[in-house]
């Protein structure tokens, strides 16, 4: 049976605050709430999700990273749920790249984001998992983190002329390929 929840959209007020960390991952509210993320995101077009997303305060993402007209380019991966996730930084060094985010339909925008960084989050087991990620997945981490900081990626763009509406995202993409 799935379950599938309605995205938050920019300007509902679950996208501005810090989500709560999540403290009984065992708890039948907290695998319920996996399962919907889980749903939510296959019946999407997305890479990634956050509680916050389904309009749920709690510090839960998904990582997914998966071709799609979206993201034509985007490695395949394992859905990867994350619990009360952390990073850091490897270096200073910063890389632009295009993003959308399914709580801010038909926009796209250029956001610098770190190229390589280091992750820690619980499991869906209660384990403490630390790893690198790097390019594309590292984007996603950093877009899905910022939601459980109260925040939207058209926060981190440097200028607004980075930002297109999605029709013209794919018409300057086809000129540049």
Not at 70 to 94: C, E, G, Q, W
Not at 161 to 168: A, H, M, T
Request: hydrophobic share 40%; proline share 6%; with cysteine.
């Amino acid at each position: 049976m799935t379950h599938i929840r309605e995205i938050a959209q920019l300007g509902n007020p679950v996208l501005r605050h810090p989500a709560e960390i999540v403290t009984d991952i065992d708890s039948s509210e907290t695998q319920e709430l996996i399962r919907v993320l889980q749903d939510t995101l296959a019946s999407t077009q997305g890479v990634g999700i956050a509680a916050p997303q389904i309009s749920v305060s709690r510090q839960i993402i998904i990582i997914a990273s998966r071709p799609s007209t979206r993201y034509p380019h985007a490695p395949l991966m394992t859905p990867t749920v994350m619990i009360n996730p952390r990073f850091k930084a490897l270096s200073d060094d910063k890389e632009k790249d295009w993003e959308g985010c399914l709580s801010i339909p038909g926009i796209r925008a250029l956001v610098p984001r770190y190229k390589n960084i280091l992750i820690t989050y619980t499991d869906t087991n209660g384990l403490l998992i630390e790893t690198c990620l790097e390019g594309f997945v590292a984007r996603i981490f950093q877009h899905e983190f910022d939601h459980l900081e109260g925040k939207v990626y058209l926060d981190n763009v440097v200028d607004n002329r980075d930002i297109f509406s999605e029709s013209e995202y794919f018409k300057f993409i086809a000129q540049t390929n």
